[in-house]
């Protein structure tokens, strides 16, 4: 065998070792494939997964904007400053059914508040307020002096409650919070007010007070007829002194004596007066009510209130509080707080005394409930005790019941017996 020839065992062996060599080659290829198809596998399943959770949470989002949008906001509102709450809160109020002295009644309590959390309890959230924080608010009320430098009453620290109450209300209707602190808190309570009134023998008195002392001409006797008219018309009708000093010539129908008056968030309602208060009134109006002409050398041409100060200006508040300070100095009245609202009192009670039913009371007065006219419906003591000597049921029984006609007791008689 020449040494150029190949041995047929060698070249078998060669064979062998290339086939081998294609084979790992292959078999490693195929698992190269395998784990590229798997990653790519797992990568596409990662993809899905990420795909499926965000689509849930997508769901979810929405599943909660429809079913619960105020919650969703209520986290983000619960951040906002309890002097934001309170400014968003007046300013939702001003106009509508809300009056300025309304207004200002909550701008005080709640700034009351407002000042408690922050300087009391380092709280400036609405979202941190809880029912202690409330309750400590009340006790501090009660330890402390108010501006003028005397205790609280009871009966204020309930007002001041009843604004907070409003203010935390509102924060759930707007979404603010979700949970009301408030509906935990034990709500100060008073006893009922014993409600005073002007006796016949004191509205005399401050009809007499209406003439200035020592004064006399054109301009003392136009004075005394328009503060009798003033007197007759919140004795007669019962409105407020807002309502009075805002009464126009328009609002007073001659014809038929009414009175319209806007009362509380710009409600009207129709009253009518009574002859005495009627014939008042008019002596006032038609006598001594400064002319147009007298206005005009004033400046007041045109002006159309009803009542007028001696500047030829309509009447103000001022004005007829001071008024009602120089009639009660002048009638010697004591022991009671001469004002339009005691007469405004003194004007839902006999009007119960009379018979009349209390829902039209409701509407004279004005109020949107019955809640005080209720109180008038329970009146003072004295009343309540004589309607029952009155009316008592054991002595309506029949005269055949056993036991003693008669019982004297030292030191009572009845009212119709009294001299």
Request: charged fraction near 30%; charge should be positive.
């Amino acid at each position: 065998m020449s040494s150029h020839e190949t041995h047929p065992m060698s070249i078998s062996r060669e064979v062998s070792l290339e086939q081998a060599r294609s084979a790992g080659y292959s078999h490693r290829a195929t698992k190269v494939t395998q784990a590229r198809a798997k990653a790519q596998r797992t990568k596409l399943d990662q993809e899905e997964h990420v795909r499926q959770q965000q689509k849930a949470t997508h769901e979810q989002e929405e599943r909660e904007e429809d079913t619960k949008p105020q919650a969703l906001q209520a986290r983000r509102r619960a951040r906002m400053t309890v002097q934001r709450a309170i400014d968003d809160y007046l300013d939702d109020h001003v106009g509508g059914n809300h009056s300025n002295k309304t207004l200002e009644w909550h701008r005080t309590a709640l700034g009351l508040f407002q000042a408690y959390l922050e300087n009391g309890r380092e709280i400036t959230l609405v979202g941190e307020i809880d029912s202690p924080d409330i309750s400590a608010w009340f006790t501090y009320l009660r330890k402390t002096p108010g501006a003028r430098g005397k205790m609280r009453n009871e009966r204020t620290i309930q007002t001041y409650a009843r604004s907070a109450r409003a203010f935390f209300h509102w924060l759930v209707r707007q979404g603010t919070i979700t949970d009301n602190p408030f509906a935990r808190v034990a709500f100060p309570k008073v006893g009922k007010p014993l409600i005073k009134t002007i006796s016949d023998e004191e509205f005399e008195r401050l009809l007499l007070a209406c003439a200035p002392p020592n004064e006399d001409g054109l301009f003392a006797e136009r004075a005394t007829v328009r503060n009798r008219a003033i007197l007759w018309l919140f004795y007669d009708s019962g409105i407020r002194l807002s309502e009075l000093i805002h009464l126009r010539l328009e609002d007073f129908d001659r014809k038929h004596g009414l009175i319209t008056v806007k009362g509380k968030g710009s409600k009207e309602r129709r009253i009518a007066l009574g002859q005495n208060c009627l014939r008042n009134l008019l002596h006032y109006l038609d006598r001594h009510r400064p002319d147009a002409r007298e206005l005009d050398e004033w400046g007041s041409l045109g002006e159309d209130h009803v009542f007028l100060a001696e500047t030829r200006k309509p009447l103000t508040k001022n004005g007829v509080t001071l008024l009602f300070a120089r009639l009660k100095k002048r009638s010697g009245i004591t022991g009671k707080r001469i004002s339009p609202h005691i007469f405004r009192h003194t004007f839902a009670i006999r009007y119960l005394k009379l018979g009349k039913d209390p829902f039209s009371l409701q509407e004279l007065l004005g109020h949107e409930d019955m809640a005080t006219v209720k109180l008038y419906m329970h009146m003072n003591d004295e009343d309540i005790q004589e309607q029952k000597r009155k009316y008592s049921p054991g002595d309506h029984l029949p005269a055949s019941i056993p036991g003693p006609r008669e019982t004297r007791r030292r030191g009572y008689k009845p009212a119709d017996q009294k001299k």
